[in-house]
């Protein structure tokens, strides 16, 4: 059932009292409120239905770019982003997906013959074990599946970020070498990755590409492949970029110049594919997102107090007439699975919209107008971020750590 904007804020305030408080005078309560504008979504790992998937498909349907806002390896996120993706390429023509992952690693991935192959994916994703911010196997999966449903000629998939890993970076570099020197150079640095990122990083384990890799030899692969192939001098390039990226956020006051760069960079990289695909195409390229809510909110600065990539999407919508949609996504588990927006203070008013049993589409565009007009009780830093950075919340129950096992039979 959708109501209207009267009949919704008539609904919130009759099941605020109806809970036995909450309003005072014009105040509404936050969490009556999420839930008057909210629609049950029904999942299956292969299939959507129910009013919540019908009203985000209708939604996204009209956009132009529709960005999912997530949470890092939920195993449901991929999921529900590879059904959408779907649905709005059948419906919408939608043709183009955008990642989180550095730009090689990606293309690596829809390159001919590997492009929607689940074995060859797989088996490139665990050679390369630091090509991909995000392994796990609902990853893998959503990247084959756009590979797979894409009608696009080419690059269906475009990865936006900095290089994560520099193994297969290196690799390519030693391919593409023209000369002796430059290409035992790459070898060298390679041999150098390939001891490292045999695993992935983190618990003491070192990061080549910010733990060994040095900006002197940054400084010997740009010399060396200065009169290379542009395809090299945009990958040594990649790699500076990355690696300067990461050095940044080793001090403090630094920390904000990093994510200013690293938005940037994302921008320029989503602008690179965007006018490719035009050009191609010949048609406004019609992208699905999905990044962290740090990147994928809009109209506001993030939690890093920069601008984020979201906003620069939604701007190119509204440049086109068209608009973007953008979906903030949670979990609501019981205590003790995997993690909750009830661990968190500042969520639980939108946690409570949810339930551990079932998955809410929640329309905060209509909360907005009361929310800016000081009429609702307890809204914080992190729900007026939400609000207004966001158009739906999307309220995972049940939600559960994304899994590796299928990409650990790959591997053996």
Same mark, same amino acid.
């Given at each position: 059932?959708?109501?209207? !904007?009267?009949?919704?804020?008539?609904?919130?305030?009759?099941?605020?009292?109806?809970?036995?408080?909450?309003?005072?005078?014009?105040?509404?309560?936050?969490?009556?409120? +999420?839930?008057?504008?909210?629609?049950?979504?029904?999942?299956?790992?292969?299939?959507?239905?129910?009013?919540?998937?019908?009203?985000?498909?209708?939604?996204?349907?009209?956009?132009? +770019?529709?960005?999912?806002?997530?949470?890092?390896?939920?195993?449901?996120?991929?999921?529900?982003?590879?059904?959408?993706?779907?649905?709005?390429?059948?419906?919408?023509?939608?043709?183009?997906?955008?990642?989180?992952?550095?730009?090689?690693?990606?293309?690596?991935?829809?390159?001919?013959?590997?492009?929607?192959?689940?074995?060859?994916?797989?088996?490139?994703?665990?050679?390369?074990?630091?090509?991909?911010?995000?392994?796990?196997?609902?990853?893998?999966?959503?990247?084959?599946?756009?590979?797979?449903?894409?009608?696009?000629?080419?690059?269906?998939?475009?990865?936006?970020?900095?290089?994560?890993?520099?193994?297969?970076?290196?690799?390519?570099?030693?391919?593409?070498?023209? !000369?002796?020197?430059?290409?035992?150079?790459?070898?060298?640095?390679?041999?150098?990755?390939?001891?490292?990122?045999?695993?992935?990083?983190?618990?003491?384990?070192?990061?080549?590409?910010?733990?060994?890799?040095?900006?002197?030899?940054?400084?010997?692969?740009?010399?060396?492949?200065?009169?290379?192939?542009?395809?090299?001098?945009?990958?040594?390039?990649?790699?500076?970029?990355?690696?300067?990226?990461?050095?940044?956020?080793?001090? !403090?006051?630094?920390?904000?110049?990093?994510?200013?760069?690293?938005?940037?960079?994302?921008?320029?990289?989503?602008?690179?594919?965007?006018?490719?695909?035009?050009?191609?195409?010949?048609?406004?390229?019609?992208?699905?997102?999905? +990044?962290?809510?740090?990147?994928?909110?809009?109209?506001?600065?993030?939690?890093?107090?920069?601008?984020?990539?979201?906003? +620069?999407?939604?701007?190119?919508?509204?440049?086109?007439?068209?608009?973007?949609?953008?979906?903030?996504?949670?979990?609501?588990?019981?205590?003790? &699975?995997?993690?909750?927006?009830?661990?968190?203070?500042?969520?639980?008013?939108?946690?409570?919209?949810?339930?551990?049993?079932?998955?809410?589409?929640?329309?905060?565009?209509?909360?907005?107008?009361?929310?800016?007009?000081?009429?609702?009780?307890?809204?914080?830093?992190?729900?007026?971020?939400?609000?207004?950075?966001?158009?739906?919340?999307?309220?995972?129950?049940?939600?559960?750590?994304?899994?590796?096992?299928?990409?650990?039979?790959?591997? &053996?």
């Amino acid at each position: 059932m959708r109501w209207n !904007g009267a009949g919704r804020i008539a609904g919130a305030v009759a099941l605020v009292a109806g809970l036995g408080g909450g309003v005072s005078g014009q105040q509404l309560a936050l969490d009556s409120l +999420f839930r008057a504008h909210r629609l049950p979504l029904v999942f299956a790992d292969s299939s959507m239905s129910g009013p919540g998937w019908e009203f985000i498909a209708g939604e996204a349907a009209r956009a132009q +770019f529709v960005v999912v806002g997530e949470s890092h390896n939920v195993r449901e996120i991929p999921l529900f982003t590879a059904q959408l993706f779907r649905l709005l390429h059948d419906r919408s023509g939608f043709n183009y997906l955008a990642l989180e992952d550095g730009p090689h690693a990606v293309r690596m991935l829809m390159a001919p013959g590997v492009r929607g192959n689940a074995d060859r994916t797989a088996a490139l994703a665990t050679r390369y074990l630091n090509a991909l911010q995000f392994l796990n196997d609902q990853e893998i999966g959503l990247i084959v599946a756009a590979g797979r449903v894409s009608t696009a000629a080419e690059a269906p998939v475009w990865g936006l970020d900095q290089t994560w890993g520099a193994l297969h970076v290196l690799e390519r570099l030693s391919e593409l070498a023209s !000369g002796a020197s430059s290409r035992q150079l790459a070898e060298r640095l390679a041999a150098e990755a390939r001891a490292v990122e045999a695993v992935r990083p983190g618990e003491g384990r070192p990061r080549y590409i910010t733990d060994r890799l040095t900006a002197g030899d940054l400084d010997a692969l740009r010399d060396a492949f200065a009169s290379g192939p542009r395809e090299a001098i945009e990958l040594v390039e990649m790699l500076r970029t990355s690696f300067e990226i990461y050095a940044s956020r080793r001090d !403090g006051p630094s920390i904000y110049l990093s994510n200013d760069r690293r938005e940037r960079y994302m921008r320029s990289r989503f602008a690179e594919e965007y006018e490719r695909a035009r050009g191609r195409d010949g048609v406004l390229p019609r992208v699905v997102l999905k +990044f962290g809510q740090w990147h994928a909110l809009k109209g506001i600065l993030n939690w890093g107090d920069v601008e984020p990539l979201g906003t +620069f999407v939604s701007e190119l919508a509204k440049s086109n007439a068209l608009k973007s949609v953008h979906i903030w996504t949670g979990l609501v588990n019981e205590p003790g &699975r995997f993690w909750t927006l009830f661990d968190s203070p500042d969520y639980v008013p939108l946690a409570r919209a949810g339930s551990t049993d079932g998955w809410w589409v929640v329309d905060l565009r209509a909360i907005r107008p009361h929310v800016a007009a000081g009429r609702v009780a307890g809204v914080n830093e992190e729900m007026r971020k939400v609000i207004f950075g966001f158009d739906l919340a999307l309220l995972i129950g049940n939600g559960n750590r994304a899994t590796v096992e299928w990409l650990q039979r790959a591997a &053996r």
